[in-house]
């Protein structure tokens, strides 16, 4: 009987997280606590989980900016930063599992994290990100997004954090200049501080909000459609992060 008992177990939790996932039309993760260890499957956007991963209790939430009707920036060729976004965040997911973090996305797919309803689509949205943030507990969240500005040769990379935190100035600056080491073309932009964007201001995480380039400027918007600058900005991200949790120690 003792031999079966964790698959009791994991078949129980797996149909919980169904029921869940059908009930909100969303995914985020699914835990399994076993003694010390974590493990977290995520999942695609056809709702396909990754293989879990044997994990530490660190825990990073990856926020993909927009989706569903509120599409974020148009680019000057037509696409769309939640589509950048979650792509970045899938990529950065990987990179993160990679190096033992857990990892927790508040969005998995195309859609926004509201009922179809709802008469505040966007708040609803916004306040979901929120309650995932903090019921994951995390010790970071960034928040991935893209820029735009109305003179097209503005370009580079930004990292905002919450002004009146001094951990989330910290963190912002590792990560500013883990992407300008890792991504040549990504300016030299400094870390910038903020007392107004949403999810800097209703968490009780240590947030950053990176946002990887302009879509308003042709030659970045093309570098961030592209696999290999996408991977220049992870690593860069990765690399703050691991600095980060490294200067705390």
Known sequence: MKRWLPFT???????LCFLA????????????????EVRVTYYDDEGKPFPPVLLKDTVVVLDAGHGGIDPGKVGVSGVLEREINLEIVFRLAQALTGRGYTVVLTRTGEEGLYQEGSANKKREDMANRVRIIQKANAALTISIHQNSYPDASVFGAQVFYH????????????????????????????????KTYYLLTHTDSVAVIVECGFLTNPAEEKLLTTAAYQEQIVSGIVNGVEAYFSSAK
């Not at 177990?9 to 149909?15: N, P, Q």
């Not at 996932?21 to 010390?36: E, G, P, R, T, W």
């Open 9 to 15: 177990i994991l078949f129980a939790v797996l149909f």
């Open 21 to 36: 996932h059908s009930l909100s039309n969303y995914s985020v993760a699914v835990f399994l606590q076993q003694k010390n």
């Open 163 to 194: 002004e009146g935190s001094a951990e989330g100035r910290r963190a912002a600056e590792c990560i500013q200049q883990g992407i300008r080491q890792a991504a040549a073309e990504s300016g030299e932009r400094s870390a910038k501080g903020n």
